[in-house]
Nanobody
Framework: VQLQASGGGLAPPGNSLRLSCKLS?????????LAWFRQAPGKERDWVSC???????LYSDSVKGRFTISRDNARNMVYLQMNSLIPEDTAVYYC????????????????WGQGTQVTVSA
């Protein structure tokens, strides 16, 4: 399974960005929970959000109410809509997939994409 993330860039505080992640090599995305992680400079990689096969979603406290995760199984895509961006959102963002239908913050991802850089700065 391969994951390809895109959509990062530079945005001023308060603006929005939408990240996309294309999965390939997976027969039925219905069987996989999906997630986004991020890693800020000098820090460990943090879990941001996940979406399970039944479209239930979870968010870290730092992004709740500002970010929205979604998926399109027919297109093998997962998205992260990021609104009201703040400088603390600056990080490399990674999409990830699980071998299970359900996942949460502590679950171990089975597949990782390369990161896409998001920089929030005036």
């Amino acid at each position: 399974v391969q994951l390809q993330a895109s959509g990062g860039g530079l945005a001023p505080p308060g603006n929005s960005l939408r990240l996309s992640c294309k999965l390939s090599g997976v027969n039925n995305l219905d069987y996989h929970a999906l997630a986004w992680f991020r890693q800020a400079p000098g820090k460990e990689r943090d879990w941001v959000s996940c979406i399970n096969s039944a479209d239930s979603t979870l968010y870290s406290d730092s992004v709740k109410g500002r970010f929205t995760i979604s998926r399109d199984n027919a297109r093998n895509m997962v998205y992260l809509q990021m609104n009201s961006l703040i400088p603390e959102d600056t990080a490399v963002y990674y999409c990830a997939g699980y071998t299970t239908r359900i996942a949460s913050m502590g679950s171990r991802a089975g597949y990782w994409g390369q990161g896409t850089q998001v920089t929030v700065s005036a």
